[in-house]
């Protein structure tokens, strides 16, 4: 092989370095951007500690759950690889109660129908995912990732009668959790189940404040699952 052959080679080798393919400047964008709402559906592990003169008097443990809840979130998904990426979102959740579990009671307050007990949140969270079936118009995906609930308000209703009984602090009551979600996509719409799993106790309720040595503490353990759809509005 002669030397001009060479140079004819590594000339070209060269130019289609600089130069790129049209594909390559017409890849998909790494940014979209996008809407979810969805059904979901919570369970809780409630302990209450009653205590006189800082002695703990009894401790009672039970479970509860939610109605069918609505929640919504706004996302973005930045394209790591080509099947895989990452979705922080920001998103608020209201929680209607079947019990009165925060309210100040153990039991039950008049018949379900008759008493409401809800929990507003807002919360972060950031997933990391993977598709799958990347050629297809059809993208199966699992989710991993962590989320943190931040408890903004809560209300609880006896009849016609409503009342706020308890304002969180800013600093307390961030529920942190781990997540995980299966779903498809296919366009610009996609639909998933999700798990949550929340860890530790640290939606606290103390009733006559924190300095009292007369009172009840109340711990609350979260499990939510969800059914979701999510839209994309930009990419």
């Avoid at 060269?14 to 559906?41: D, E, R």
């Avoid at 990426?85 to 018949?111: C, R």
């Avoid at 931040?150 to 209703?157: D, H, S």
Wanted: net charge positive; proline share 3%.
């Amino acid at each position: 092989m002669n030397r001009n052959l060479l140079y004819s080679l590594a000339a070209m080798l060269l130019l289609q370095i600089a130069i790129p393919y049209p594909t390559y400047s017409q890849k998909v964008k790494k940014w979209n951007y996008g809407a979810l709402a969805g059904l979901t559906s919570e369970r809780f592990k409630v302990t209450q500690i009653s205590k006189y003169q800082n002695e703990i008097l009894s401790t009672y443990t039970y479970a509860a759950t939610s109605w069918v809840n609505f929640g919504g979130a706004l996302w973005a998904e930045r394209k790591l690889f080509s099947t895989w990426a990452l979705v922080p979102s920001v998103g608020y959740e209201f929680v209607h109660v079947q019990d009165n579990i925060l309210t100040g009671g153990i039991q039950k307050s008049g018949s379900k129908s008759d008493f409401k007990e809800t929990h507003h949140y807002l919360s972060l969270a950031i997933h990391l995912r993977k598709y799958f079936s990347n050629n297809s118009s059809v993208k199966l995906f699992v989710d991993g990732g962590l989320k943190a609930d931040r408890l903004i308000r809560f209300k609880n209703e006896y009849w016609r009668y409503k009342n706020e009984t308890w304002k969180p602090t800013i600093l307390n009551n961030i529920n942190p959790a781990l997540v995980v979600a299966a779903g498809v996509k296919q366009g610009r719409w996609a639909v998933s189940a999700e798990y949550q799993y929340f860890l530790g106790t640290p939606l606290v309720k103390r009733y006559r404040g924190d300095l009292m040595p007369n009172g009840v503490k109340t711990n609350l353990e979260r499990q939510n699952v969800s059914i979701r759809a999510a839209f994309t509005v930009c990419k």
